[in-house]
């Protein structure tokens, strides 16, 4: 048992070695054709707005970077502010963390012509990623309260299962009962403490988004705050954030100004905070459709409305 562990995990080092050396490759080229890149502080995807440059050079330890820019705004980086950047070639988008070294240092674009540019330190932990992800953006106020509906899909106490018909609804329509979500089986198979038992099958998430969706009232409703291509922002009210459990599953649904019908996401509970009034503020990670599957029409809808409400933004900063 324990030489098929190393076995495995020395394939898996093998594995993320060849995937970095692919992506180093990848931005040698993109450097070569002065590709456009994003930087922004490490930690502040999807907070920050990203600021746009163009690949220069990648010498002696360095990548350097035309001049960063913001559309309608002054950028604050300096001398040892670490980064995250994003870069995209040949329909891949790839990301690594850096820190950069100058600010604002001359640097020749050609024989005509010398700009100001940033330099950053070789880059690390580089892989792929969705520079679209990095952004989440806060609901517009026209569009007034979003109300997501949502079932949790990891609540599960053999014997003792709650009526689909129980609703506990308040005056402002938004409610939230946790004992709604009990149910009398697991959605999900259970797993086995036997290591050579067979990988389950894989989830059909569709299927118990139907089962869910059809034979129970919603679990709680609840109010959309913000969202990204890979996230959405929710507050919960009547529910505090040690009743929520961290990775925990639920079902989202749905309608956004401008779509003919409802969306319905399978989510991965990943951060609750407790607000004043009884209200918990939940970030979510999309699980439905998987991330690999970027070009699905649910997530076309948040990406769509994503770019959209950040154009809307800018636009507004730099009026």
């Not at 790839?94 to 820190?99: K, Q, R």
């Amino acid at each position: 048992m324990f030489s098929k562990r190393n076995k495995n995990t020395k394939s898996s080092k093998s594995t993320s070695s060849n995937s970095s050396e692919r992506y180093l490759k990848m931005l040698r080229e993109a450097v070569e054709r002065n590709a456009s890149i994003g930087i922004v502080r490490l930690g502040r995807s999807g907070v920050d707005p990203m600021a746009q440059g163009r690949l220069l050079e990648w010498n002696d330890g360095e990548l350097v970077i035309e001049k960063l820019q913001i559309i309608g705004r002054e950028t604050d980086f300096n001398s040892t502010t670490r980064v995250e950047a994003f870069f995209m070639f040949n329909g891949h988008m790839i990301t690594f963390e850096s820190e950069i070294t100058y600010i604002d240092t001359p640097e020749r674009l050609n024989e005509q012509k010398i700009v100001s540019a940033v330099k950053l330190k070789d880059p690390i932990q580089i892989r792929e990623g969705d520079r679209r992800a990095a952004y989440r953006v806060s609901l517009p106020v026209s569009w007034g309260d979003v109300e997501v509906r949502l079932w949790f899909l990891d609540r599960v106490r053999k014997g003792n299962s709650a009526p689909s018909s129980m609703n506990f609804s308040t005056n402002n329509t938004r409610y939230t009962n946790l004992l709604a979500a009990i149910r009398e089986e697991s959605l999900f198979p259970e797993p086995s403490d036997d290591p050579d038992a067979p990988e389950p099958p894989p989830i059909d998430w569709n299927e118990i988004m139907e089962r869910v969706m059809t034979t129970e009232t919603p679990h709680a409703v609840a109010r959309l705050v913000d969202l990204t291509p890979n996230g959405l922002g929710i507050l919960m009210y009547n529910v505090s954030a040690m009743q929520l459990d961290r990775f925990e599953r639920l079902v989202l649904s749905f309608q956004l100004p401008e779509e003919p019908e409802p969306t319905n996401y399978v989510v991965e509970m990943r951060q609750s905070k407790d607000l004043q009034g009884s209200t918990c503020r939940v970030g979510t990670l999309l699980v439905h459709p998987d991330a690999r599957d970027m070009h699905a029409p649910q997530r076309k809808v948040l990406e769509r409305l994503a770019m959209r409400i950040q154009r809307e933004q800018l636009k507004n900063r730099s009026a």
